[in-house]
């Protein structure tokens, strides 16, 4: 069936150091991709989404690019802050996309 | 403009009771669903809401049913407790066309963390 497969964590991390979360996923088609983050104490919120295959999302300085080639959609950031410390879920749509699949979520912490 | 709310926050229950959520989605949304976070897992899709109507249901036993109301407020009902319901639960709401569409977003609430004792 449908899956989401992320990168076990925790990821730790020094300020300013370069990030990669990876992300792979299990599709018949080309499903729309996306980057949820959820700080502590709160639900989760989008941090970017990529609709088609080679499509790039951004934000906040973060970005992952939709690879059909390698079904992959890893999230990168150059420089990550101690605010970034959060726990990351790649999710897909599923079916109809009345609902989602998400992967297990990577935590990452950020020391100063 | 308000976003998504929950409650309760937090809340503990024993072994075979009955426990009911409640979510309000966010302003110019009528598409609810429900979501299960265990702790250290990513949310699972319990159902979803529309036109006061069940949609689509995840792989949830019948303990777990829910009610969306004509203001599109919903409520998630957990009958007979077990241990293994303690998590995080989370209502999303979305704009239908995107909700139905799969290529939207979900907004999230901050969740109800329940504990079953």
């Known amino acids: 069936g449908d899956s989401v497969t992320q990168m076990e964590g925790p990821v730790t991390l020094s300020e300013e150091a370069f990030l990669t979360i990876n992300c792979t996923y299990t599709?018949?088609?080309?499903?729309?991709l996306f980057w949820y983050v959820q700080y502590p104490g709160e639900g989760l919120q989008l941090l970017l989404k990529?609709?088609?295959?080679?499509d790039k999302g951004s934000n906040k300085g973060f970005e992952a690019t939709y690879r059909k080639e390698t079904t992959s959609f890893h999230l990168e950031k150059g420089s990550v802050q101690v605010s970034d410390s959060a726990v990351y879920f790649c999710?897909?749509?599923?079916?109809?996309?009345?609902?989602?699949?998400f992967g297990k979520g990577t935590r990452l912490l950020v020391k100063p | 403009d308000a976003g998504v709310t929950q409650s309760p926050t937090h809340l503990i229950k024993t072994r075979g009771q009955q426990v009911t959520l409640r979510c309000s989605p966010k302003s110019g949304h009528d598409t609810v669903s429900w979501y299960q976070q265990a702790l250290g897992q990513g949310p699972q899709f319990i159902f979803q809401y529309y036109e006061e109507e069940e949609r689509q249901r995840g792989n949830f036993p019948d303990r777990f049913s829910g009610h969306q109301f004509p203001n599109y407020s919903s409520e998630l009902n957990v009958n007979a407790l077990l241990l293994g319901d303690s998590a995080l639960y989370l209502c999303?709401?979305?704009?239908?066309?995107?909700?139905?569409?799969?290529?939207?977003?979900?907004?999230f609430g901050e969740g109800s963390r329940l504990t079953v004792l």
């Open positions: 999710a897909r749509p599923e079916g109809q996309g009345f609902s989602f699949i």
């Open positions: 999303a709401s979305s704009p239908t066309r995107q909700g139905r569409s799969g290529t939207g977003e979900l907004f």
């Open positions: 990529a609709t088609k295959a080679d």
């Open positions: 599709a018949t088609g080309y499903p729309s």
